[in-house]
């Protein structure tokens, strides 16, 4: 199992140093959270930011709000990153649930689900040339078929999305529930006459290091997690050993890649968690 460190969103001028840190520490992936109406770096230019202060790693969005974006630029700003990274990108897509990033990108919250399928059908094509044949929207990825789509979502339909679109699915359940929604993209997998299955992607919230360094992402994560109205939700794991068993556990249930998401500011984390690991 691969593990991945998912970058805090609070600083994006040092970015480029967490990035690089991570990559000598033997991450495989670095992750970007998309939201629209909130204090965060738009991801995909931030991870082309990353892209050019690095080598290796990979660069994945976690997940990018799709429907809040016209599809034909996405599709050449993903194709551009990725031909530019060497097929370095991965993009995490979902379709988000919260009402100021729709209000703000005068997308319904009611229509998220359909905008979801267009665009993942119309990316497909973009990134094959079939789309517009006569003036083709380019550059053409350097992933045959495009950047790798990985799913992510908790209802029925996006489940279903994973084997129409998908290359992969990223589950950020509790692993207590966690086996039921893998079990059902397994099922709908194999029911599509798609190959091997799909690559499996979780993902936990981490902390480590100075007591106040653990306090800042707690605080961070509460404040954006404030909408559930639930106390305590994405609390991050902070002790050593539980964060060991967490991840064997998660070797177990047989991710193929977790990712680590650390909201405090430290990078000095990320030896840390390394270490850990």
Known sequence: MEIGLGLPVSDPARLPE????????????????????YDNPEPLVALATLAGATTRIRLQTEVLLAPLRATALLAKQAATLDRMSGGRLRLGVGIGGRDDDHAAAGVPLDRRGAIMDRTLTDLAAIWSGSAYPLAPIGPSPVTPGGPPLLVGGFAPPALARVARHG??????????????????????????????????????????????????????????????????????????????????????FGADELVLYCWGDDPDQIELLASLL
């Not at 967490?18 to 109406?37: K, M, P, Q, Y």
């Open 18 to 37: 967490w990035a690089r840190r991570a990559e000598a520490a033997g991450f495989a992936t670095v992750a970007l959270l998309d939201r629209l109406a």
């Open 167 to 252: 290359a992969g699915f990223l589950c950020a359940a509790p692993l207590g529930w966690a086996g039921g929604l893998v079990r059902t993209v397994h099922e709908q997998w194999a029911a599509a006459g798609r190959p091997g299955r799909p690559r499996l992607v979780c993902q936990v919230n981490a902390a480590a290091g100075s007591p106040e360094s653990v306090a800042r992402a707690r605080s961070a994560i509460a404040a954006y997690y404030a909408f559930t109205g639930r106390e305590g939700w994405g609390e991050p794991i902070a002790d050593a050993n539980e964060l060991a068993d967490t991840v064997a556990a998660y070797r177990d």
